[in-house]
């Protein structure tokens, strides 16, 4: 790789370097400058030359090491077969907490395959806790439905504060009850929420029980009327009456109620509580260092509280990483690897190219978008070169050969999308080491957009 100087200026021991790629910098120029110059312009040369080395990754002995490690997905389909994950069998079975990512929300076979997972975890592996990327409070009518059979999976969907409002996930949770039909009551699988981005559920359930009880008062009315609304939208007296409601609600004991539901209500009014002191953070960056906290501490709850069954996690893949993201944010998996150490097991996922169903801001629906293939020395691009398009790579088993080894523990770039995504838009790359964010990665090479729930025939 050449470079051209274009212009240095170094005063008062400051140095600014103009660098233009591509063009000629000779040995003789470089030999002749000051001392702090010289050592500046051969870390440059030094960090271009690993950043180049990272982009030439897809290499044949590389792709042909992966391809003697991975486990090839056969089955990334509606069809419950649990072949593809007889190599996995022995690991699994291990651990307590499995945590399943996603590079999008709105990836159809991301909602396939973890549904494929789900029933080999509850099946095979004995999972009987399932934990979404989903509000804690809200996800009570969905364990109400697939534990009990009240209702129906599309009226408890609407009540989650959850992304995934697709007819893949109707279908998951539908097969979850009818496996819980079969089961005796302690055998039966349980589903929950995690999040506490949404104080309406939590205000309403708590609302009802002092409604009940006759301890309801106009100022904590005024403080439920106002978590009804969209937080940046409250003005200042509306989030004081939240504060002060919250506060004055600390000390409800709920004591009249089973100790089951007694310790449900006592974690809606922490959901709150979590709220509350994750919207007082200030800047949305220190807002989403709290929510992880938050997250994962309600994950710990629930885990005792179903007194340590084995746990399914499904969120984001930034959420389940095991280590601090890119920008320093300690993120949900941090916590939990840190609390479980190696009983917790997070599979990323990844895609090379495709759609996913997004929510356009400006047209304020969902809609079907296009997703750039993924750029040059990604992650993505590296495994789309393997010999099969759809695989899982178990980092550990993997790591025995010392070329795949070197890559899962080198610095690298993968596509991190949400829940939208607008046509143009430059996508988010998250730099990391794979094996310090994941135990696994599992590859989908062409995706398609998740199905709506409202366009299917009833």
């Keep these: ?47 271009n030359f690993n950043l180049n080395k990272a ?50 929300h709105g990836t159809h076979e991301f909602f396939l395959y973890k549904h494929q997972m789900l029933a080999y975890l509850v099946k095979k592996i004995g999972v009987k806790t399932i934990i979404l990327e989903a509000d804690f409070s809200g996800s009570q009518t969905m364990n109400d439905y697939v534990v009990n059979g009240k209702g129906t999976a599309e009226q408890a969907i609407l009540e989650m504060g959850f992304y995934g409002i ?26 929950y929420g995690c999040d506490m981005q949404y104080p309406v559920y939590a205000a309403k359930k708590i609302k009802e029980y002092l409604v009940q009880n006759n301890l309801i008062t106009p100022a904590l009315s005024v403080g439920f009327e106002a978590m009804n609304k969209y937080y940046p939208s409250l003005t200042g007296k509306e989030k004081t009456a939240i504060s002060t409601t919250i506060t004055n609600l600390s000390s409800l004991k709920f004591e009249d109620q089973d100790t089951a539901k007694n310790a449900l209500y006592k974690r809606d009014l922490r959901a709150l509580q979590q709220f509350a002191d994750a919207q007082s953070k200030g800047s949305s960056y220190k807002q989403s260092d709290a929510r992880d906290q938050y997250m994962a501490e309600n994950c710990e709850w629930i885990y005792q ?86 695989f899982i790579l178990d980092f550990k088993t993997a790591s025995v050969n010392p070329i795949v080894s070197e890559f899962l523990n080198g610095k690298i770039q993968s596509v991190a999308y949400g829940a939208g995504f607008d046509k143009g838009q430059t996508p988010y790359y998250l730099q990391h080491k794979l094996s310090g964010s994941y135990d696994a990665i599992i590859f989908i090479r062409d995706t398609k957009p998740s199905i709506d729930m409202s366009t299917q025939k009833k």
């Design 166 to 191: 697709t007819q893949e996930f109707v279908d998951l949770v539908k097969w979850l009850k009818a496996y819980n039909d079969t089961q005796l009551p302690e055998n039966k699988v349980n589903l």
């Design 305 to 390: 509280y179903t007194k340590q069954n084995k746990m399914m996690l499904w969120q984001h893949n930034q959420h389940i990483s095991r280590t601090k993201s890119s920008t320093g944010l300690i993120r949900m998996g941090n916590f939990l690897a840190e609390t479980f150490k190696d009983k917790y097991y997070a599979l990323g996922f990844d895609f090379y190219s495709g759609a996913m169903r997004s929510y356009d801001l400006k047209l304020r629906k969902k809609v079907d978008v296009e997703l750039p293939p993924a750029k040059i020395g990604s992650s993505a691009e590296i495994f789309s070169k393997c010999k099969v398009p759809n």
């Design 1 to 47: 790789m050449r470079f051209h100087l274009k212009k240095i200026i170094y005063k008062n021991n400051n140095i600014n370097i103009s660098i233009v790629k591509n063009k000629t910098l000779c040995c003789h120029q470089i030999q002749n400058m000051a001392a702090p110059i010289k050592w500046l312009i051969i870390t440059f040369f030094a960090l």
């Design 55 to 104: 982009f030439t990754q897809s290499d044949p002995k590389l792709i042909n090491a992966l391809n003697e490690q991975l486990i090839p997905l056969k089955t990334v389909s509606e069809d419950l077969d649990f072949m593809d994950f007889d190599p996995l069998n022995s690991m699994l079975k291990e651990k307590q907490i499995i945590a399943l990512g996603e590079a999008t």
